[in-house]
């Protein structure tokens, strides 16, 4: 009797902690959906990629951090120090610091990955390219010699782009690395990676190196994340309204309201990254008449898409760059504004009639352009509208949708005339990487290539001495591009997330531009 | 009577068929229907429930919903029709060549074809869209050669059993070539049962055109088709119900109409074993 009694009180008491320990296991766990546009990533390899998500900045950190109000903080260089002409930077490293692989983070890794730019194939060299060679001072110290003055070295070198890899894993594996294996010092480990699918993140239990700008600079307190990839943002919604996932990394304006009516969902918001933009192939006739540029760009009813699409959240877009940064601020001239009686008139001049059918004819062919966008719902209506607004003012455009991950292989066969797409950066050499002459097709979807923008770019891109210059530069050439109509700009949204409030409990303050590092050191799961 | 009349007869046919002559007859006379246009957008008419003014509300850009259905089956209907008569012509000389022949040519059409009936339908008009490109015309095309297979193996079975009659040697022995044989005896022979296996497959044809509308790869806004619709719709299934909800009847209706009175159709012609031969 006592026996048997022992017994049930014993696996009683087994199952009640296995009961706890489950639970425990379970609350450590939280699968986020990546943002629609961040959707098809192809690698987690920061060095080669043209397009990298959320997790990235999980698995790499990097050697400073920017604080919300973007100015920049301590990560893995404790401190740094410009030489007063700025052709020298020496940057005193954090001790302790080991890579996933158990490499150890110093001086000679530091120089290595810096390396790593120059002799990698790929767009992203440039961020690395005024660094002329990086040398080792001490075991944790070491100094960029610079080939020119880079005010914008801060800023890049707190960019996913310049997560710092492990060098010799990064050598050894080839394409491999950031899809089979990847290894970085950031607070979580890559477990798996499906392309296109899911990403599953396991806490780097030895991390202590978090950025200044995060509360906890230790482990973080999740212990396994899942990023899923769900492309169509009223699936995402449902699948957080029946608890199939905590966290919606993007959510759209017309969503909004559907996740406020809910009692256990939040939204979340920041400052927005992106701009929506029409971009205009400047090659491909009748684009290459500059009047028929402007005439497709001015067609564009910036106020009514922000009403009717985005639901009045966000902001209009009047340039290439987000309103946050001082190289927006051209003259007003410069600015795109919705004008169609300036559209009609430019179209009147180059020789396109008003014809039947409220479509423009010159010399017997119809004023018929091409309009691409992508396939989530919400390029799919922006771009509808897009192409009523510019049937308004005569221009007949068709639409082609292409699926979201294939879009960019599309754009670089040059083929398109229009197309309706958004890009997310918040510094302005983003006016550079899609409208230098040197990437045409994509980045450069507008395939322009202007002399006179060549050598502003090079200016702004090279020319500056510090920061001054740099914004003064940036703004001359921002400017000039945009005189030249390779694109509409359309919408600015806020970066809005959304949450299980039962689940996730959000830091107080995420002193950050972006929710990344720091916002995933200091997240909770509750219970 | 003729059999098509006659399948009126049956309650489930004749409803069916009423129904089908409703939307073909709405999908041609679409402009005397509506006052609406179905490309003109109203943006402050967004997303509004129906009402006197539109009979099943509106759409994301104001449009009348009534309209852009009756459109859109202008589109579904055309396309998957289209593309059926195609597949139709197409498998019949296919087969009929093949069991003529017989040989190599019976083989190699046998062959290709038994492959190809491995694929589920979709796979093969989706790998065809990507190749071709999306837009009505690549569906189309996508759409007739998914279901090719189905009637060379129907115009085939037939052309073989029809091969061996008596009435075909005596055209033979009174010197009839092979294209009067096979124009003039054995095709109108085989028709009946190529036909009302055509119609069903019209059914099929309809939900994979929505299918592949659905994906954007069918008509490009804003041309309407009821997959299209269906697609713009599901993003706003939460604000706008009946932005999904009407053109899914519609498909649904439409399909089930054109089974059950192609069911009606089979017991009348009395053709039911023959086309189970074939397939």
């Known amino acids: ?527 | 009577m003729i059999a098509p009349l006659r399948a009126f007869r049956h309650p489930q046919g004749g409803l069916a068929g009423c129904w089908l002559i409703l939307v073909i007859a709405a999908a041609l006379a679409a402009p005397l229907l509506t006052p609406y246009a179905y490309d003109v957008q109203n943006l402050p008419q967004a997303y509004q429930p129906a009402s006197a003014q539109h009979w099943l509300g509106t759409d994301e850009f104001g449009r009348d919903l009534l309209t852009r259905l009756i459109y859109g089956a202008r589109t579904s209907l055309s396309v998957s029709a289209t593309a059926i008569s195609i597949s139709v012509l197409c498998g019949m000389v296919l087969g009929a060549a093949a069991a003529w022949f017989g040989g190599w040519l019976d083989r190699t059409v046998t062959m290709v074809v038994d492959l190809s009936w491995s694929f589920p339908e979709i796979l093969i008009a989706l790998i065809l869209v990507a190749i071709i490109g999306p837009g009505t015309t690549g569906v189309m095309i996508a759409i007739a050669v998914a279901y090719i297979a189905q009637f060379t193996r129907l115009t085939r079975a037939q052309i073989m059993t029809l091969k061996g009659e008596t009435f075909i040697e005596a055209a033979r022995s009174l010197g009839a070539g092979n294209a009067h044989i096979l124009f003039r005896h054995l095709l109108p022979n085989a028709l009946a049962p190529v036909l009302v296996s055509a119609m069903l497959a019209t059914g099929d044809a309809i939900i994979l055109e929505a299918t592949l509308g659905f994906f954007g790869l069918g008509a490009q806004p804003p041309v309407p088709s009821w997959g299209g619709m269906m697609s713009a719709g599901s993003a706003l299934v939460f604000k706008a119900p009946w932005v999904i909800i009407f053109p899914g009847l519609a498909v649904a209706v439409t399909v089930v109409a054109i089974n059950l009175y192609g069911d009606a159709l089979i017991t009348e012609l009395d053709i039911r074993s023959r086309l189970r031969s074939g397939a």
């Open chain 1, 1 to 527: 009797m006592t026996q048997l009694f022992r017994k049930t009180l014993l696996s009683a008491s087994v199952s009640l902690a296995a009961l706890i320990a489950a639970q425990a296991a379970t609350a450590q766990e939280a699968v986020f959906v990546m943002a629609t546009n961040e959707v098809g990533a192809p690698t987690y390899n920061p060095i080669k990629a043209t397009m990298l998500n959320t997790a990235t900045g999980l698995l790499f950190d990097r050697l400073v951090s920017q604080a919300a109000d973007l100015s920049y903080h301590p990560w893995l260089a404790e401190s740094w120090e410009e030489a007063p002409d700025g052709m020298a930077w020496t940057f005193k490293l954090k001790q302790g610091v080991t890579f996933h692989n158990g490499e150890p983070f110093n001086a000679e890794t530091v120089k290595a990955w810096i390396e790593l730019f120059k002799t990698t194939e790929g767009e992203n060299g440039y961020m690395a390219e005024a660094i002329a060679s990086a040398e080792v001072v001490d075991e944790y110290t070491v100094k960029f010699v610079m080939s020119r003055p880079e005010p914008n070295l801060l800023y890049n070198l707190s960019s996913t782009f310049m997560g710092v890899v492990e060098p010799k894993s990064f050598a050894a594996l080839g394409d491999n690395y950031g899809v089979t294996e990847v290894y970085g010092t950031g607070p979580f480990k890559l477990e798996s990676f499906a392309i296109g699918q899911e990403t599953v993140l396991v806490r780097n239990e030895g991390y202590t190196w978090g950025p200044e700008v995060a509360a906890n600079h230790g482990p973080a307190k999740v212990e396994r994340l899942t990023f899923r990839e769900i492309p169509e943002d009223s699936t995402a919604f449902l699948e957080l309204k029946t608890g199939g996932v905590d966290f919606l990394l993007s959510v759209p304006a017309d969503l909004m309201g559907e996740v406020q009516k809910e009692a256990n969902l939040a939204v979340l918001t920041m400052p927005g990254q992106d701009v929506w933009y029409m971009p205009i192939n400047v090659t491909k006739a009748p684009f290459d008449d500059i009047r028929v540029r402007e005439a497709a760009a001015k067609a564009i009813n910036q106020e009514e898409i922000l009403a009717s699409v985005f639901g009045g959240v966000g902001a209009v877009a009047d340039t290439f760059l987000i309103s946050a940064l001082p190289e927006s601020h051209v003259p007003d001239g410069a600015k795109i504004h919705y004008d169609p009686a300036r559209s009609n008139a430019l179209l009147d001049e180059a020789g396109w009639a008003m014809g039947e059918g409220g479509v423009r004819m010159k010399d017997g062919q119809p004023l018929k352009v091409t309009l691409w966008t992508q396939s989530d719902s919400i390029f799919r209506r922006l771009t509808e509208v897009v192409q009523a607004q510019l049937k308004a003012v005569g221009i007949e455009a068709e639409i082609t949708t292409f699926d979201s991950s294939t879009i960019r292989d599309q754009y670089k066969t040059g083929e398109q005339q229009l197309a309706v797409r958004s890009y997310n950066w918040d510094n302005a050499d983003i006016v550079d990487w899609f409208f230098g002459g040197d990437r045409l097709g994509y980045p450069n979807v507008s395939m322009f290539n202007d002399p006179k923008a060549e050598e502003l770019r090079a200016a702004a891109m090279t020319g500056a001495r510090n920061m001054d210059e740099r914004i003064a530069n940036f703004t001359a050439y921002h400017e000039y591009v945009l005189t030249q109509f390779p694109m509409a700009p359309i919408y600015q949204p806020v970066q809005a997330m959304a949450y299980n409030t039962d689940r996730i409990a959000l830091p107080e303050k995420i002193d950050a531009p972006a929710f990344g590092a720091a916002a995933f050191l200091d997240l909770q799961v509750k219970e």
